[in-house]
């Protein structure tokens, strides 16, 4: 539940925080953290077709941010690819669900990238079973563009609260080929309410939170170092950073005031949402969460063609014993009897956001 994304904040007993030097001032304007975000300068930068489409693959959006990927090059033309069992979610994504459905994303980044450079891929999942790579792929000259990919470098994840407006009708039309998409009054406040109650069992359970908190990357240190998790950075964040006030213990301690003004933060965030969208499967099997995801990137790139905000909130969907009522809700008011609802998002129109961190890609080849 970390701080972030606020113009102005009070903290403190209402004391505003503020660089206290010129050179505390400098030192803030030097705080974008380049070498994170070079992978996405380097997209695209790779002669074999490959691990071309690997680099945008690797721009896929992820639960906190884990870049679960591994991938091994094999022969001329075929790709596998990993789950990386150190990196997954136990507290709040116990059976891999969420993390499966980023793998959905990573595919699909890959499949519409290796077609706008005119290749093919024949997908195979689980090639040798669950314990094997998740995924193989087989790369061939064929391809076809999808327009989507287009969107690939402007996609985000907006996590701010929306503009107080409606989702055009003519938005909410071209999304609804996508995901379900729900704009009525009655629908969108049932989900305001459900999606604060999650985040706060979420935020309220000591070791769900710590799950999120050491994920935490403070500053731009940290986030060169770990271009992974949940990042921390910017001038402002950094300048609560220099006065104490923003630390990894504070952010676990919900008696403290940076935790409370947090609170405040998400809920203002939450409830600025005028419209939702879901993704709901049939079953629950792997393949039915890789093609969820496969789905979430396609309607997150095709927000980023209208000018749409998406925002995932999913914490009403993770499976932990302290979720179970807010998940049984959501599975009855969003799905039909034996349906899965597999995603869950706040749509509505906000800034454009920066770039999240990444690993560069050769940090994730098994075998450069």
Request: proline share 7%; glycine share 8%.
């Given at each position: ?37 070079a ?19 690797l ?15 094999e ?8 789950h ?11 059976f ?6 980023g ?54 994840s ?129 393949a ?35 979720m179970?009522?807010?998940?049984t809700?959501?599975?009855?008011v ?18 454009m ?16």
């Amino acid at each position: 539940m970390p701080i972030t994304r606020r113009k102005t904040l009070t903290l403190i007993g209402g004391g505003t925080i503020l660089a206290a030097s010129a050179s505390a001032g400098a030192f803030l304007t030097t705080r974008t953290p380049h070498d994170a975000l070079a992978p996405w300068d380097a997209a695209g930068d790779y002669d074999d077709p490959r691990l071309n489409a690997l680099s945008f693959a690797l721009l896929a959006p992820n639960p906190h941010n884990l870049q679960p990927w591994q991938v091994a090059l094999e022969g001329e033309d075929r790709v596998m690819v990993y789950h990386d069992a150190s990196r997954r979610l136990p507290e709040t994504d116990p059976f891999d669900r969420q993390i499966i459905i980023g793998f959905g994303c990573f595919l699909e980044l890959m499949v519409l990238a290796a077609g706008a450079a005119g290749y093919a891929v024949n997908l195979t999942l689980y090639p040798e079973g669950e314990n094997g790579p998740l995924a193989g792929a087989v790369f061939a000259p064929g391809g076809t563009h999808d327009p989507l990919f287009d969107q690939v470098m402007r996609r985000r994840s907006c996590k701010e609260p929306f503009e107080n407006r409606a989702l055009s009708a003519a938005h909410a039309n071209e999304l609804e080929l996508f995901a379900d998409v729900y704009t009525d009054a009655p629908t969108v406040e049932a989900l305001k309410s459900l999606t604060w109650a999650a985040w706060e069992v979420e935020a309220r359970t000591p070791r769900t939170m710590q799950e999120s908190v050491d994920l935490m990357r403070f500053g731009k240190a940290q986030i060169n170092a770990n271009p992974d998790g949940i990042d921390l950075g910017g001038p402002f964040l950094e300048s609560l950073m220099l006065a104490g006030v923003l630390t990894r213990a504070e952010q676990a301690d919900p008696t403290s005031q940076s935790f409370k003004q947090g609170v405040e933060i998400y809920r203002e965030m939450l409830h600025a949402t005028p419209a939702y969208a879901t993704l709901i499967t049939a079953g629950n099997t792997r393949a039915d969460q890789i093609e969820a995801g496969r789905r979430w990137v396609r309607l997150n790139l095709k927000c980023a063609a209208l000018g749409v905000a998406l925002h995932p909130v999913s914490q009403c969907l993770q499976e932990y014993p302290e979720m179970a009522e807010l998940y049984t809700r959501a599975q009855d008011v969003l799905a039909s009897p034996g349906q899965t609802v597999q995603m869950l998002g706040r749509l509505g129109y906000g800034p454009m956001t920066p770039r999240t961190p990444r690993w560069p890609l050769e940090a994730k080849l098994m075998n450069a």
